[in-house]
């Protein structure tokens, strides 16, 4: 049996996250079916690549509602790839280690631990902070490295069990645009990596 995936979509962003799912599924890497996408917006372009491949599409405009639609799908894994809600208390204690999260920023093993770049430095947690601040934080930081985090969702706050992360090392004339342009390209090929690592290992 595949995984059952459900990806939650928010517009915040063009939808690269489902569409590296999407052609991760399509090409055999990830062993699984994407029982719907869910977007508390109609107009999220990332809608577009669901439409594409004709998915099923949710809309979840309350909150609250979440958790009766997820049961409704029963999904393995519940995957937020640029959701901007904040989820339930409710829905993280029914999904537990179910609810991949991708962070913008390296987050530790251990609340209190910390994470070193390829080079040995400190890396940045970025903890509460969304995309484009966690970027800009690299940079007012003099970072030598961005990165970003997968973890399963807890009640911490951007802290839980870590799936995987990925680094991107920071130039000299890098700005926040550069910067996101590269890492997110890693962020969506590190989502894949994740995916195909539980679909095979389930």
């Known amino acids: 049996m595949k995984l059952r995936l459900a990806i939650l979509i928010s517009d915040v962003g063009t939808g690269t996250n489902l569409g590296a799912i999407i052609d991760g599924i ?31 599409i949710e ?19 519940i995957c937020l790839a640029g959701w901007k809600q904040i989820i339930k208390e409710e ?16 987050v530790p093993d251990e609340e209190n631990g910390k994470i070193l770049n390829p080079n040995g430095t400190n890396a940045l947690w970025n903890k509460g902070m ?6 800009q934080n690299f940079l007012d930081q003099k970072a030598t490295f ?9 009640s911490n706050f951007d802290f839980g069990p870590v799936l995987g992360r990925t680094y991107e090392k920071i130039l000299p004339d890098d700005n926040v ?19 195909e690592r539980l679909s095979t290992n389930k």
Request: one cysteine or more; proline letters at 5%.
């Open 130 to 135: 969304l995309s484009n601040k966690a970027i």
């Open 146 to 154: 961005a990165g970003s985090s997968i973890h399963f969702l807890t």
């Open 26 to 56: 399509k090409s055999g890497r990830i062993e699984a079916e994407i029982s719907a996408v869910i977007s508390d917006k109609n107009d999220a372009p990332g809608l577009e690549h669901a439409k594409a491949n004709n998915l099923e």
């Open 59 to 77: 809309i979840c405009s309350a909150k609250e509602a979440l958790l009766p639609l997820l049961q409704k799908l029963n999904p393995d894994y």
């Open 177 to 195: 645009e550069t910067l996101y342009i590269r890492l997110k390209k890693k962020e969506n090929e590190l989502y894949v990596k994740v995916l």
């Open 91 to 106: 829905v993280i204690l029914a999904y537990p280690n179910k609810i991949l999260n991708l962070h913008p920023g390296l």
